[in-house]
């Protein structure tokens, strides 16, 4: 036994080295039964190809990076005549969609986008190296990214607002409720410190406005609850252009005739409350930001608690009265520095005064009732400093990062499509594929009619009228026309 343990310890072969010689070779194995696979299909579509309009020219040989390793192989080209003009087509990538973002298959695709969301395009790209047989670069990781946003997400999103907007698209889920929890978070700009003289006066950060639309809450444990169908909408743009996403995404998803309220909660920044238009939307100033204020504002404890406490009743617009007597005291003890927070404090309240009852108040409800209700029913709201967090600042901000324009919209927009689960039906086509199919069942709106531009009034004379009528009709029109001014003879003209 000693002996056979010497012999086996000599060789120092090690489960890691047998382990790596036998994961490469299956992989070349993925390889060689991948690339018979597309032969055959390529054979069978030969076989069933349309023979008056498409033409077999030659073979031409691409290469698809797939989680097996790079993939060469020959599809055949066809020449396609349609309506008079040609062009070279390939039926095996139409057929099977190769090439989905430049030579990278949609597993692949997607694993880079799920791994860029939450951490570097260099550890991203280290990790795609380590598990699968592809190797790629971290530039090569933010293409990828950057290409898949421009061209799915933003164009789709085009898409979706104009059918949206014009009313051919429209949502089939019945609900009375709708809460959205918004916020924003700064990002640096790229090459910020450089070039200071020409861009004097220019901002050198942006802002992410991020929006969080849910039906309200569900218990995941005990103790512990969750939003209920939460999407998510990101952009770096305009308010405005983020107020027209949350429509749509409320709009397509739900029937708005059903709706009778929708709850925006917010931190008090001038684009949250703008986005609050119409008689169904009430806006709310989140309270973890009311008591943050309060906190770092008001030193004495008294005070403190009594402002803290009166902002959760059904009468908040009583914490002025509370401030002014605690500036009051402030100016009595000439305390001008904490005095000058509880200004800050008021004003921040001021601007917000509106936004101060809690919704649930406002919908007719009394203290009794909301303690008596269901856990789930009517919560508080208040998770979208969590929602951010976990979705984009903690990729946008940490290590210092900084961003370009097109590369930080180009995140945010995977980043929500991720958090809203809609990601896979995006890439798969199936979020394209029921907008088709949702317009082709639509009732056809009807032709409207041409109108024909009428020519200018002619005058006729007895005579004019006359000249082509003869016998019964003649004597008839004769009777009609008998003792008519000439005004009264007038006639459209062609």
């Keep these: 036994m000693s002996l056979l343990m010497i012999n086996i310890t000599k060789n120092e072969i090690k489960f890691n080295d047998l382990e790596e010689k036998m994961w490469k070779k299956k992989m070349q194995e993925g390889l060689d039964e991948l690339r018979d696979q597309l032969r055959r299909i390529d054979n069978q579509l030969l076989k069933d190809k349309d023979n008056e309009k498409l ?87 933010r293409k990828i990214l950057i290409d898949f946003s421009e061209n799915h997400i933003e164009k789709i999103e085009k898409e979706k607002l104009k059918l949206y907007e014009k009313g051919f698209i429209e949502g089939q889920k019945e609900i009375k409720m709708i809460y959205e929890e918004s916020d924003g978070i700064y990002i640096s700009k790229q090459n910020r410190k450089k070039n200071k003289k020409s861009r004097k006066g220019k901002k050198i950060k942006s802002e992410i406005k991020i929006g969080i639309v849910h039906e309200g809450f569900e218990k995941r444990y005990s103790n512990d609850f969750k939003v209920k169908n939460k999407q998510m909408i990101a952009t770096t743009k305009s308010a405005k252009y983020f107020k027209r996403l949350v429509d749509m995404t409320i709009g397509t998803t739900y029937k708005e005739n059903t709706i009778e309220k929708i709850i925006i909660n917010a931190d008090g920044a001038g684009w949250c409350k703008d986005i609050a238009e119409s008689p169904k939307e009430r806006y709310q100033l989140d309270m973890f930001h009311i008591q943050k204020r309060i906190t770092e504002a008001v030193t004495d404890k008294e005070y403190k608690e009594l402002m803290s406490n009166i902002v959760k009743t059904n009468k908040p617009k009583y914490i002025f009265n509370i401030i002014y007597n605690y500036k009051v005291e402030l100016e009595y003890d000439e305390n001008e520095e904490e005095l000058k927070k509880v200004k800050e404090l008021e004003e921040y309240l001021r601007n917000n005064e509106k936004g101060l009852l809690r919704y649930q108040y406002d919908l007719g409800l009394s203290q009794e009732e909301i303690e008596r209700l269901d856990e789930t029913e009517y919560r508080n709201l208040g998770t979208e400093e969590s929602q951010v967090y976990c979705g984009c600042r903690k990729r946008m901000k940490k ?93 459209i003209g062609n």
């Excluded at 009428?454 to 009609?480: M, R």
Aim: glycine residues 4%.
């Design 55 to 141: 033409e077999v020219k030659d073979f031409q040989k691409t290469t698809i990076k797939c989680k097996f390793g790079d993939l060469e192989f020959y599809r055949r080209r066809y020449k396609l005549t349609k309506n008079g003009k040609t062009k070279m087509i390939y039926l095996l990538d139409i057929y099977l969609e190769l090439g989905y973002s430049g030579q990278y298959s949609q597993s692949i695709v997607e694993l880079v986008l799920r791994e860029a969301t939450e951490k570097s395009y260099r550890k991203t790209a280290e990790t795609i190296r380590k598990t699968t047989n592809v190797s790629i670069t971290h530039t090569a990781a």
């Design 399 to 491: 290590n210092r990062t900084s961003w370009c324009d097109d590369g930080a919209e180009a995140m945010v927009k995977v980043i929500s499509y991720l958090k809203s689960n809609l990601l896979e039906d995006l890439i798969t086509g199936k979020m394209e594929k029921s907008i088709q199919k949702e317009l082709s069942e639509r009732i056809k709106e009807p032709k409207k009619v041409k109108k024909i531009k009428l020519g200018k009034i002619k005058y006729a004379t007895q005579n004019n009228i006359l000249e082509n009528l003869t016998g019964y009709k003649k004597q008839k029109v004769i009777e009609l026309l008998r003792n008519k001014t000439f005004n009264q003879m007038r006639i």
